[in-house]
């Protein structure tokens, strides 16, 4: 099967991207910091997201009718990124077609067909050896490319420079032909701009760790953090803006900034971010609320014209349950990787309406659970089952029976512990889960 297409990156914006697999606070935030930037004079900010939003995310863009943000699955620089579209010559085209383009200074002139092919590249040392060959001037000087041209090392635009690095460093030639996925001339890519490519700048909205970033984060340039979660920051070669602040949700950082600056979001972006703020806290029920999350919450409600409790049921009842989705599809769609106690953890949430579905699926979940533990090779995986509207959870598990046992949890049956009113996976549960796996054995 043919990899995904990649969504490409442009040199001239800054992306405003949340997490993988985004919930409603990562595409809100995405687009709310986005639009702000955008208002104080940033007009390069763009918001995007790093894959398919989770179901409840949907609902709350089809309710404000509100855009998603643009899609981006991989920020790694490309061939596409550094070619340039030098002009080409024509096979059939006459040698001082080609001498003209070397007094204008290219090192190497790409020979192009008529339906965009490349036939090869004319070097200078080329034009050099057939000018000083024993033939009649007029002769050599009706030679068309085409009796010069050298095959070129060629790459399609969207093979990543990283792939290809080490290869690079070992040719010979330093100009290099780049093609579409058509086979198609895009430009000519040196050694030069290949060993310093640009890089995508992104600004990490919901997150701060390299791990649940967009594919390819540790090949870009990470010009400012916004976020709500722990430490566990990328190190930048420059200081960078970097908030970490202990709220609700993203989206009141985003939206205090906003208030702060006077600047009041339109009604579809208001309606965004408080759904940020409603689905983090959980309609305030989560111990993560503050005071400002309550506080900004009213001030986007008026602008959203929404009543903030009735809204927020309704928001988090789309919350698609456990019947609709395969187990793989419900383990998936919020899923964080953690490194505790030099173990690989992965900590799945997943918000139902009501506990009653859990029962005649917990076998299927623990199986999926069994069978990602074994194809990613972890310590431990778990499945956070979260009733929204009682404010409770369960906790499905599987990994080493060490860690299973030592868990401070009630176990109700095999492989599923009661939570009894956590609801944070953040603040609640990886704490729990930290002095765990990092208490010395
Ligand atoms: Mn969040």
């Known amino acids: ?16 991207i949340g997490h993988q697999r985004p919930d409603t606070d990562a595409i809100a935030s995405a687009l709310g910091y986005a639009w702000y ?43 596409g990124h550094v070619a340039v579209p030098q002009p080409s010559v024509l096979p059939d085209a006459p040698l001082p077609a080609a001498m003209a383009r070397v007094a204008e200074g290219d090192r190497v ?20 050896r057939a000018y000083m060959a024993p033939m009649n001037v007029t002769l050599m000087l009706a030679q068309p490319c ?16 990283s792939d290809h690095r080490s290869a690079l460093l070992r040719s010979e030639t330093d100009d290099f032909l780049v093609v ?33 970033a967009v594919a390819d984060a540790d090949e870009a340039e990470i010009i400012g953090v916004l976020d709500h979660h722990r430490l566990a920051n990328p190190s930048t070669a420059t200081p960078i803006p970097f908030v970490v602040d202990p709220v609700g949700s993203t989206s009141t950082l985003v939206a205090e900034y906003c208030r702060d600056h006077n600047l009041e979001p ?48 309704e928001l988090l009842r789309a919350s698609p349950g456990l019947t609709a989705r395969t187990p793989a599809e419900i383990l998936d769609s919020d899923r964080k990787s953690y490194q505790m106690g030099g173990m690989k953890v992965s900590i799945g ?10 029962p005649d699926r917990r076998a299927d979940l623990l199986a999926a659970l069994d069978e990602r533990c074994r194809q990613e090779g972890l310590t431990l995986i778990c499945l956070m089952v979260t009733d929204v509207v009682m404010g409770r959870s369960r906790l499905l598990c599987r990994g080493e029976t060490w860690i299973l046992q030592a868990l401070p949890f009630n176990r109700i049956a095999d492989g599923e512990f009661d939570l009894d009113d956590m609801v944070s996976r953040k603040k609640q549960l990886v704490p729990v889960l930290m002095a765990v796996l990092e208490e010395p054995r």
């Open 349 to 358: 949430q997943v918000e139902v309406a009501a506990l009653q579905e859990l």
């Open 109 to 128: 002139i790409p020979v192009v067909d008529e339906t965009g092919r490349p036939a090869g590249i004319v070097t200078s040392l080329a034009l050099a």
């Open 1 to 16: 099967m043919m990899p995904p297409p990649k969504d490409r990156w442009d040199t001239t914006r800054t992306y405003v």
């Open 266 to 313: 339109p009604r579809p972006l208001a309606g965004m971010l408080l759904s940020g703020v409603l689905s983090d806290t959980l309609v305030f029920r989560s111990p993560t609320t503050t005071d400002r999350d309550r506080s900004i919450a009213a001030w986007l409600a008026r602008l959203a014209g929404v009543e903030t409790e009735a809204y927020g049921d």
């Open 146 to 161: 085409q009796t010069i041209a050298e095959p070129a090392v060629t790459y399609r635009e969207r093979d990543r420079l």
């Open 180 to 212: 579409s996925e058509e086979g198609k001339y895009v430009g000519i890519a040196t050694r030069r701009h290949i060993l310093a490519p640009p890089r995508a700048r992104l600004i990490l909205v919901d997150h701060n760790e390299l791990s649940q």
């Open 37 to 79: 930037l955008n208002a104080i004079g940033h007009t390069d900010a763009t918001a995007a997201r790093a894959g398919q939003p989770a179901e409840q995310a949907v609902f709350a863009l089809r309710r404000f009718e509100q855009p998603s943000p643009f899609l981006l699955t991989g920020v790694a620089p490309t061939f």
